[in-house]
């Protein structure tokens, strides 16, 4: 059971975190390269473009949830 939470809490981890990159390339190629090479920027642009980043960001807080409770069992 519990792999199956990690399995999950990771895969939904990564699709949070991609679908911001995404938005951080749209948003401006400089913002998307600056995520990407350095990633605590992707926080620092999640706070700045809420509205665009807040789904994958909840994505990952999901995903970080599901590994805690996955990783205590």
């Known amino acids: 059971m519990s792999l199956a939470l990690a399995i999950v809490g990771t895969l939904s981890l990564a699709v949070g975190c991609l679908y911001m990159l995404v938005r951080a390339f749209e948003a401006s190629p400089l ?3 600056g995520c990407l ?3 605590p920027l992707l926080f620092v642009f999640t706070f700045l473009y809420w509205d ?3 789904a994958g ?3 990952s807080a999901a995903g970080l ?3 805690f409770v ?3 069992l």
């Open 31 to 33: 913002w998307g390269i």
């Open 37 to 39: 090479l350095f990633g």
């Open 52 to 54: 665009e980043a807040k």
């Open 57 to 59: 960001f909840l994505a």
């Open 65 to 67: 949830a599901v590994l």
């Open 70 to 72: 996955g990783g205590s």
